[in-house]
Each structure stands twice: as structure tokens, then as C-alpha cells.
């Protein structure tokens, strides 16, 4: 038997979402009844008679002899109906004849017109019609299943119901009651429609109500969310990933909205991406879709990896559930291909790969993942792209502080995996660069303290990365010294700064804008800076040809240990000791105090 989607494209009839609406049958109807004898009245035409043999006599009449009597031809139109310069000026119809086809044309101007007001009565009215229209096409479809011509009037009835449904995005204060109504239930089932038009519409208009720019708030949100995910969304959503056809442009289409629609649940809230990411098989097509080669890459692949990189930024349920279904490996052998090639400036491509890129640095940052990550040769692909890479270079870097950081003991192994893998030699060759932007400084000084704090004493990996700093007398350590003054300056102007507005404050005031200073400062610098004093700390205390080399260098801008004291006092007031990771580090921070004396 004939597929149903060959009959609907032998009709004549393609993508709807690109068609103008299709005729109502009862204008096509009377648009033939304005004439009896199948022309129609609103063209001008000539009738020929039937000719006379005998009649030889040719042209037209002469004028009679009596000269008082020359009006010839029909009689003109009364003057005060020549609006338009007579009839053949004109419309070429008379006003009562141009108000018999304005009827014929609509019969009832008010059927379309907007309504007034949109409001829960006017809403009742729109789901009983769009419940009627899915109803009939439904029941049209089932009866006249090989015959596409008898009911295709009701699809396009019911695709223009579907698209009219957008205006909702502008009253989202009626998602509520569209929820309790069912809409919400049958706009979702749609997508499940044999006419991928149809469910491609119901796509569209998901994505439109879903839109972050719609003005909706929590509560009318969630509960339009809440209807969409109880309806299956998702798994009608991965139906379709599974039944479109990216090669047509329309299939595309689709699935860029539903990639779009997916992201718009997560940037809602934690929970919602939470429950996003629990289902197994779009997870599974996700991962599938952005391993799929394409030269160019196209939108939908690149858009994939961003849907995939929100996930993990949201939460860390989320970033074990990807790590679970292999995410770290397969998206490791992605970014190996940029090892040496850069993706195309400012191309799709390029976006695609920093995705990729984040998602690894999200999955990077969760304590169980990490073994995942050294597993699977993160750390030697990473240096690879420290020493040879381009456009790859920041991104990899940032991967590696990354994966070195994080709470507790859990960076342990990546941070021996670099000095095992010979990673000493790429970093502390970045580092001694000249022309370093403060991010590149900033994750290389982060990694210097995160393996400082995490490798064990006495360790060959311990010894070998503090003689780096000792080698070529000092150089390194000295570069550390600089590095400070220069931080420390930018917090200090912000610091002036903040003294003098707090001069004329009471004790309230200094409270409420305290988060304002902090961030004022963390954007000078701080953060780096008590880094760096960490950092400077450890060396005093293990080496005393460092501590001789920081004191000096130190003195030459009459500053003593005492100012790097100060710093990790400061870092020591703000840990919050609720968790035994903040223990840890207070009771370290601590001890280095005690070399600082």
C-alpha cells in the first residue's frame, strides 16, 4: 500500500510551514457561482452574435441627420458614483455589485478579526476550537486513510489553530489555565502526528511558550513546564530526533527548535535539568548527534554540544549522569582533532569546539569524574595542546586547573599525571612568557596551588616540581614576586577607594554594600592574588634558598613576609568551617602562617 506521507505529496500539497494557507472550499464554491455561464463578473468580456451573410455593409452606424440628437453609446453613470473617473477609471463594477462580491469575498468581516481582549473566556473559546480541530482531522484521517484530498482541509485547518497559539507567549499569565484545560496534553501529543508538518508546528509554538524572553513568572512558568513534562515531552521530543531527516531543510528546522526547546528547560531551573537529563535516550542522542561528521559543521551539531555543556553547568547530578554514559571519553576524541587544526574563525565550528570544550571543564571540575578524565588520557591530550596548539591552547589550560582543583584530595592523581606525563616543562614554558593575558597567569598560577597543596611530601613528584621553581636561580619565583606587586597595586586602588566610601557610613550601609566591594575586588584581582601568596607561602616553607630569594625581593619595595601573612589571614576569616573540606584548608592555611613569622 502507498505510504500515506507519498499520497499527502502527490496531492500537490508540501511543507506547510512555507505554503499560503489553503482556499476555503465554499469560497472556491461561490467564486464559481458569480457567473452562469463559468466566467466570472468581474472582467470586463464581449459576446460575439452570430453573423449575417447578407449583411456586407461594414463599420459603424452613421449619425443620424438631425444634429440636436447626437449622444451616442451607454449612458453615463450618475456623477456623484464617478469617484474614480468613470467605469473603465474605476473599480469597473457598480457600488451595488461591489458590495455583492465583498460578501461573496467574507461573508462575516468579525470572524477573523482580533478579539478585544485576551482573557480566560477567550482562551475557553481557543482550546474548545483547536480540541475540535485535532478531533476532526483525527477522525478524517482514520476514515479517508488513502485518500490525503479529504482531509487535508482539516490539517490546514488545524496547522493555522497550531501557529495561532503563539500569541499565548505574550499573556503567559494564561498558562495556567491553558495547563488545566489540556491544551497543554494535546499540543504535546501533535508531535506524535503522521504529518511531520503538523508536529513541526507543535514544536515551534512549544518553543515560542518556552522562550526565556517570555515574561512569565515562576509560578506560570512551572506550571506550563510541569503539564509539558507529564505529557512526554521528552520522549515524543526524541521520537522525533529519530524520525526526521536532517538532509530537508524543513526536518532541520525541527530539530533545531526542539534543541531549543530542551534548552529552555534547563535554564529555568536546577530541577527541571535535573529531570532533563534523567532521560537516558535523549542523553544517549545527543551524544550521538555531535560525534556525527559534518563539513561544514552544521547548526544542529554545534547546538547539541551547547545543550550538552548547559547540562553540566547546572548541576552535578547531571555531570555524573553524562560521565556514566562515557561523555568524558567520547568528547576527549572530539577535541583531539584540534590538537594542530583550528577550527574556522568565527564559524559555527569554532563554537562547537568551545562547547565541547566547557562541557569537558564542567565534567572535569566533579571530584568522581576526574579519575574518568586522567583514565582516559585528558592530561597527555592537554599538554599536547599547551605545546602545540592554537585557538585549543586557552581552552586547554583552563581544562587542566580544572581538573587539578576541587575539593579535598581529589586532584591528587591529575596533579601527578602532569609531572608524570612530563607537564612541568609545558607549563613553567607558558608560564616565563612575556606577553601572558591575565586569564592564561591566572589558571597557571591556580594550578602551581592546587599541586603544591595536593602532592604528597617527600614524593618524586613533589621534589621535581619545587626544584622548577629553585632552577636557574629562582627565575620562576622570582616572576612570582612580580606577579604579586602587580596584583596587589590593582586591589590596593580598590581598596583606597572603598575606605573612602566607607568613611561616611554607618555600620548598616557598610553591610549592604559589602557584597559590592567584594565583587569590586575579585574583579581587581584578589582572587589571584591570595593564590599567588599561597603559592609564595609553600616555597618559604619548603625551601630555604626561596625564602632568602621572596625576602629579598620583598625588601627592595620595603614590604616584609608580613604582607603575605596578612593575605592568608584574610583567606583564613572567610573559609566557611561547616564541611570538613574547610577544615582542611584553615588548618592549612594556618600552618603556612607559622613560616611566615
Known sequence: MTSIDELFKASGVGNKRKLEPLKDPNEIYKSARLSTNGQSSRHARVEDEAADENDVEAGPAPPPDDENDGDYGPDLPPDDDDEEGGRFFGGGITAQEKDALDYVDDPDPTANAQPDKFDGAWLRRTALNFEKRISKN????????????????????????????????????????????????????????????IAIDAIEIINELTDEDVAADDDQWNALVDALLEADLLGLLVS?????????????SGVYYSLSIVENLCSGRTATAEQVAENDNLLKWLLRRIQIKENPVGQNKQYAAEVLAILVQTSSKNRRKLASLDAVDIML????????????????EEEYMENLFEALTCLADEPEIKAKFVAAEGVELCLIMLKEGKLSKPAALRLLDHAV???????????????????????????????NDSQTTEHLIGMFGAMLRLLPADSAERIRTLAKFVEKDYEKTEKLVKLRREYAARVGTVDNAIRKEQSGMDAKEKEEMAGEWLSRRLDAGLFCLQTLDVVLAWLVAEDGGARKTIKKLLAD???????????????????????????????????????LQ
Open 557 to 595: 619595595r620595603d614590604e616584609t613576609l608580613s604582607v603575605i601573612k596578612d593575605s592568608i589571614r584574610e583567606q583564613i576569616e572567610g573559609i566557611d568551617t561547616d564541611d570538613t573540606d574547610g577544615k582542611d584548608t584553615r588548618d592549612m592555611l594556618s600552618t603556612l602562617v607559622e613560616f
Open 138 to 197: 483525527a477522525e478524517l484521517r482514520a476514515k479517508f486513510e488513502d485518500q490525503p484530498q479529504k482531509f487535508i482541509a482539516s490539517e490546514a485547518d488545524l496547522d493555522a489553530d497550531i501557529k495561532a497559539l503563539s500569541i499565548l507567549s505574550e499573556h503567559p499569565e494564561l498558562y495556567p489555565e491553558f495547563a488545566k484545560l489540556g491544551c497543554v496534553a494535546s499540543l504535546v501529543g501533535l508531535l506524535a502526528h503522521e504529518n511531520t508538518d
Open 240 to 252: 522525533n530526533f529519530e524520525r526526521l531527516d536532517e538532509e530537508q531543510e524543513e526536518d532541520r
Open 405 to 435: 582543583g576541587g575539593p579535598g584530595q581529589s586532584g591528587t592523581e591529575v596533579c601527578q599525571r602532569i609531572v608524570e606525563a612530563g607537564g612541568l616543562k609545558n607549563i613553567f614554558t607558558l608560564f616565563m612568557k612575556k606577553q
Open 333 to 348: 576524541q572530539l577535541v583531539a582533532s584540534y590538537r594542530k587544526r583550528d577550527p574556522e574563525k568565527g564559524g559555527e
